[in-house]
């Protein structure tokens, strides 16, 4: 099923099914402010494995993310010091994942490896789906064959005839882009940059 949203003046209606879809362990695809991703309510273990099998991740080997609203929800399940407190609160939202040691808060699934991705993307169609459920979703972005044209991860027209059979529900928020978030190590006293992508840190 594809639902066109828009990221303002959507329909209640239509926000509160995908909401309730994540809350029923549902998994959708939806658009970031890099590329599109698989998502589920990060609480939902189940969920999480299914995205981890789609994606063929071993949840022990691999570092898992997620995406939380704001600032002081990403301090709920994850150790934030000061330090990396004020880096996010310059660069937030935006096209960054940050690896933080993980808390207690998560689900087992998450605890397999210390490590967690956050991101908080300036996307607002993800923001506001992650404020209705009022917790973390997990986010992995989609897969792209290199035999494949890459507007099956960027088209949502697209992305929908080859995962709409999968997934609950792919949500059109427009054309994605095809450039991962920039990833930040922030587990050592020396942060450090590990990808470089769209997001320039402002440190």
């Known amino acids: ?9 959507d329909r209640s209606a239509d926000l509160q099914q995908v909401a309730d879809l994540l809350e029923d362990s549902g998994i959708i695809i939806c658009p970031t402010d890099t590329m599109y991703a698989f998502c589920c309510h990060a609480m939902k273990e189940r969920a999480v494995e299914r995205i981890c099998r789609l994606k063929g991740i071993d949840s022990k080997k ?5 995406v939380c609203y704001d ?17 996010m609160k310059r660069n937030l939202p935006g096209p960054f994942t940050f690896i933080l040691q993980g808390s207690s808060r998560l689900p087992k699934i998450f605890r397999n490896r210390k490590e967690i991705g956050v991101r908080m993307p300036s996307n607002p169609i993800i923001q506001e789906i992650t404020r209705l459920i009022g917790s973390p979703l ?3 972005t989609l897969p792209l064959d290199e035999s494949e044209d890459n507007a099956y991860v960027t088209d949502p027209e697209l992305i929908d005839e080859k995962w709409g059979r999968t997934v609950d529900l792919v949500i059109d928020g427009g054309t994605g882009g095809l450039e991962g978030s920039t ?6 006293p020396s942060i450090e940059i590990i990808r470089q992508g769209p997001g320039i840190l402002e440190d």
């Open 71 to 87: 600032i002081s929800s990403i301090s709920r399940y994850a150790k934030v010091d000061n330090t990396v407190f004020k880096l």
């Open 138 to 140: 997990m986010v992995s």
């Open 183 to 188: 990833i930040v190590d922030c587990t050592t």
């Open 1 to 9: 099923m594809l639902l066109k949203l828009y990221g303002k003046n």
């Open 62 to 66: 691999s570092n898992l993310s997620i």
